[in-house]
Structures are given as structure tokens and as C-alpha cells.
């Protein structure tokens, strides 16, 4: 918004890989940057780094890319002006981000055709798979207001929250233990959720790996009227990658699973 000089809304994340566990104690320092303007969105550069206080040790946590779109509230769509580039690494990143918008919004396409081509896949089933049917994870969350912006739009960051901690249930049914976020992929707001709006979360493995499970997150909103006549909107997606350890630290593997 201080780039835009108007209200914006988080369009999509993209891919966010965790590296780092922050524990309670050290200092996190979140630094986010414009990257580029393209005409109505633009990219921002987020690097999260965890310091240890007592040795003063930085490390990196994540470093993700956030597409926000400038909507002014009740008004139409708005054309940004350009990014100023002061250093190297502002012209770098400025050139980087353009490639990153080619394969994001790619993405989406690439998606459609690979579930059109899977569901067509005859699926095979291992001996000694486990049913993913235990797995599947509801919860229901009423958006408060200290849940929303400034605008009333909940938090992208609370809604990949409660992703997070549905996900993470539907994980450890597998894996009987706490299980670790390693990634989330494809993280798109296809619309937005305000306040008093009921949120339904559905979580589900959809595949396991040798040490790390997939869980798939659908997120639905209703407000009352919707709730009333049963008519969600789709407002979420994502996928979830999660490890787990033993008491030694020692990565699990997971069951191989059948739908
Ligand atoms: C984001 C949103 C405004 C896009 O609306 P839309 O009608 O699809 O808009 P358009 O197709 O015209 O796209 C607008 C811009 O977003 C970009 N965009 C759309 N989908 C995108 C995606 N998945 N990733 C990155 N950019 C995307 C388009 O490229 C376009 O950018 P440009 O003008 O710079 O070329 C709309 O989906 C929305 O309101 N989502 C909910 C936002 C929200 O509630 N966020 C959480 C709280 S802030």
C-alpha cells in the first residue's frame, strides 16, 4: 500500500519453503520489499531470518513471494506506477520477478491439465497401502474481527494458519506424531472472506512420500445467508508438505496410502 498509494489484496503466494525452525526465545526479522510493478499487481519480496540471542547466529527462514493487487475499496482497478531501482540487487530481483510471474501464472494451467491427465490414471493399489479416508480433517472458523485487515478481508496469513493447524491433524493420523511444515504450495486467494463470514477447512492426505505427506486444503466461506442455503465460495487452496521425527530426531517414513 505504500507503493500503491491505495488498498491491495494479497492475490497469491508462491511456493514457501521452510529451512529454519523459530523457536520461542530468538528474534525474527521479517524484510519485505517491492520487487516490481507489473500494471495492477506487483510482487513483494519477503526474507524471514531467525536470530539466536545467545549467540547471536542468523539464520534463514523462508523467503517467499506475495502478489498483491491495488483494489481500492469501491472503486475500479488501478494501473501502478513503476518500482525505482536504487542498487544491483534491486535491478536484479526487478528482473527475476518478471520470470517469476510467467511461471505463476503458468502455474495454474499446468495444475488443470496434470488433474485432468491423473484423474484419468488407473490408480494402482500397493499392498499394505493405508486408506487416507482417516485422514480427513473438518474444521469451521468465524472470522473476528481481530482476524481481518484494515478493510475487513481476513488475513491471508490467518487463513494459511488455520490451513496449517487442520493440515497438521490430518498429517499425524499418519504419522503419530508432530509433524513439521516443510512447504505450501500453491497458495491462491481465488476471493476474498470478510468479517462474520464462517470458514470451513477440509483436509486430506493425498499422497505420502518416503519421509514427507502431501495434504491438500480446501477452504470454503459462507456468510449467513450462504450458510443458510448451503452455498460456499470457494475461496482457497493449497498444499502442504509436512516431515516428522522421532524422539532421536530421526526422520519417519510414511506409510504408502490408497484413496
Ligand atoms: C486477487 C483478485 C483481486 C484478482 O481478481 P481478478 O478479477 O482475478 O483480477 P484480474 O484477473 O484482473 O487480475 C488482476 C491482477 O492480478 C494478477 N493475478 C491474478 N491471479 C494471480 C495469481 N494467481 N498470481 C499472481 N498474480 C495474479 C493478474 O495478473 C493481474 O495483474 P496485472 O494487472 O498486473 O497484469 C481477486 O481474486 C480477489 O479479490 N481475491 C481475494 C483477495 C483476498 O481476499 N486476499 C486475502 C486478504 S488481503
Given amino acids: 500500500e505504500k507503493h500503491a498509494g491505495v488498498s491491495c489484496v494479497t492475490a497469491s503466494m508462491d511456493d514457501i519453503q521452510f529451512e529454519e525452525a523459530a523457536r520461542v526465545g530468538q528474534i525474527i526479522s521479517i524484510r519485505t520489499k517491492v520487487n516490481r510493478a507489473f500494471k495492477t499487481s506487483m510482487e513483494v519480496g519477503i526474507k524471514v531470518t531467525v536470530q539466536d540471542v545467545l549467540t ?30 536504487l542498487s544491483a540487487e534491486d535491478h536484479l530481483e526487478h528482473t527475476l520477478a518478471i520470470e517469476r510471474r510467467r511461471i505463476r501464472l503458468g502455474y495454474v494451467q499446468v495444475f488443470q491439465k496434470l488433474m485432468q491427465e491423473s484423474n484419468k490414471e488407473d490408480t494402482c493399489e500397493e499392498k499394505d497401502a493405508v486408506s487416507t479416508e482417516h485422514t480427513h480433517v473438518q474444521s469451521t472458523e468465524l472470522v473476528l474481527p481481530p482476524h481481518a485487515n484494515h478493510h475487513g478481508n481476513t488475513f491471508g496469513g490467518q487463513i494459511m494458519a488455520w490451513m496449517q493447524t487442520v493440515a497438521s491433524i490430518s498429517a499425524s493420523r499418519l504419522c503419530r506424531s508432530h509433524p513439521i511444515l516443510k512447504s ?44 443458510i442455503k448451503d452455498q460456499p465460495r470457494h475461496i482457497n487452496s493449497a498444499f502442504l508438505t509436512f516431515n516428522a521425527v522421532n524422539d532421536k530426531g530421526e526422520l519417519l517414513t510414511f506409510p504408502r496410502v490408497k484413496p
Fill in 184 to 227: 505450501v504450495n500453491m497458495f491462491k486467494f481465488w476471493g476474498p472472506s470478510f468479517v462474520g463470514d464462517r470458514l470451513v477447512f477440509n483436509a486430506i492426505v493425498n499422497n505420502t512420500f518416503h519421509n514427507s505427506v502431501e495434504v491438500g486444503v480446501r477452504v470454503e466461506a459462507y456468510n449467513c445467508e450462504e450458510w
Fill in 56 to 85: 547471536n547466529a542468523e539464520k534463514i527462514v523462508s523467503v517467499a513471494y506475495a502478489t498483491y493487487v491495488a483494489k481500492p475499496v469501491d472503486a475500479g482497478k488501478v494501473e501502478l506506477k513503476p518500482v525505482e531501482l
